[in-house]
Nanobody, 118 residues
Framework: QVQLVESGGGLVQAGGSLRLSCSAS????????MAWYRQAPGKQRELVAT???????DYADSVKGRFTISRDNAKKTAYLQMSSLKPEDAAVYYC????????????WGPGTQVTVSS
């Protein structure tokens, strides 16, 4: 069974930075498309960023230029570098995997909380 575990969340002041990590196991990581989603209280879960096995990235408009998604296939780890954080970035951030790169994110981590103080 695929396991995804996020880490790196916490409390940061507006304008600050955080790096989230997602460690994966029981997955052929090198072929999976990885993604970060987030969900704020009272809001729907939204896609933040994706990265394909080939390294192609895509971002939500709200985070373009501030967030960077990356991956280390040897470590089976995906990252989300978040900079210039805003209070509206506060949410639970989830790592997700499309194990076979078929357009279906079917594996999820438990999430990590990001809090941004103004």
């Amino acid at each position: 069974q695929v396991q995804l575990v996020e880490s790196g969340g916490g409390l940061v002041q507006a304008g600050g930075s955080l790096r989230l990590s997602c460690s994966a196991s029981e997955i052929i990581f090198s072929i999976a498309t990885m993604a970060w989603y987030r969900q704020a209280p009272g809001k729907q879960r939204e896609l933040v960023a994706t990265i394909t096995s080939g390294g192609r990235t895509d971002y939500a408009d709200s985070v373009k230029g501030r967030f960077t998604i990356s991956r280390d296939n040897a470590k089976k780890t995906a990252y989300l570098q978040m900079s210039s954080l805003k209070p509206e970035d506060a949410a639970v951030y989830y790592c997700s995997a499309d194990r076979w790169a078929i357009g279906s994110f079917d594996s999820w981590g438990p999430g990590t909380q990001v809090t941004v103080s103004s």
